[in-house]
C-alpha cells in the first residue's frame, strides 16, 4: 500500500509557473507507476500527465503538451509536476495517483487504473 501527499499549488497570475510534488509513503515506490490529474468544479476528473515506473515514458493530455514536465525521482519516492506557462483554464485540484505495475516502461492515462490517491492540491491561475 501507498499513501501520497502532494504539495506546491497556489495562487498564480496567467504565464506564471508551479511545481507540485507528490511524496510517496513505502519503500516500493519505484514499483508504481504514476499520474497526475485535475478536477475542476463542474467538470470531471481528466488526466494530465502520466509516468511510466522507471520514468523512461510519459504521456501529456494535449492541453498540457509543451507545457507540463512529469518527472519522478525512485530514491526520493516523489514525483512531479513542472507546469509553465499557466493558463485559467488549467485552475483545478490536482491529485497524484499510483498504480502497482510489474512493467517497467509502462504508463496508464486512466484514472480507473490507479489503485491510490493523495487529497489533492488547488491550483489557481487568475488572468
Known amino acids: 500500500q501507498v499513501q501520497l501527499v502532494e504539495s506546491g499549488g497556489g495562487l498564480v497570475q496567467a504565464g506564471g509557473s508551479l511545481r507540485l510534488s507528490c511524496a510517496a509513503s513505502?519503500?516500493?515506490?519505484?514499483?508504481?507507476?504514476m499520474g497526475w490529474f485535475r478536477q475542476a468544479p463542474g467538470k470531471e476528473r481528466e488526466i494530465v500527465a502520466a509516468?511510466?515506473?522507471?520514468?523512461?515514458?510519459?504521456y501529456y493530455a494535449d492541453s498540457v503538451k509543451g507545457r507540463f514536465t512529469i518527472s519522478r525521482d525512485n530514491a526520493k519516492n516523489t514525483v512531479h509536476l513542472q507546469m509553465n506557462s499557466l493558463k485559467p483554464e488549467d485552475t483545478a485540484v490536482y491529485h497524484c495517483?499510483?498504480?502497482?505495475?510489474?512493467?517497467?516502461?509502462?504508463?496508464?492515462?486512466?484514472?480507473?487504473?490507479?489503485?491510490?490517491w493523495g487529497q489533492g492540491t488547488q491550483v489557481t491561475v487568475s488572468s
Open positions: 495517483a499510483a498504480k502497482w505495475e510489474y512493467n517497467t516502461r509502462t504508463y496508464f492515462p486512466n484514472g480507473y487504473s490507479y489503485s491510490y
Open positions: 513505502g519503500r516500493t515506490f519505484s514499483s508504481y507507476a
Open positions: 509516468i511510466s515506473r522507471d520514468g523512461g515514458t510519459t
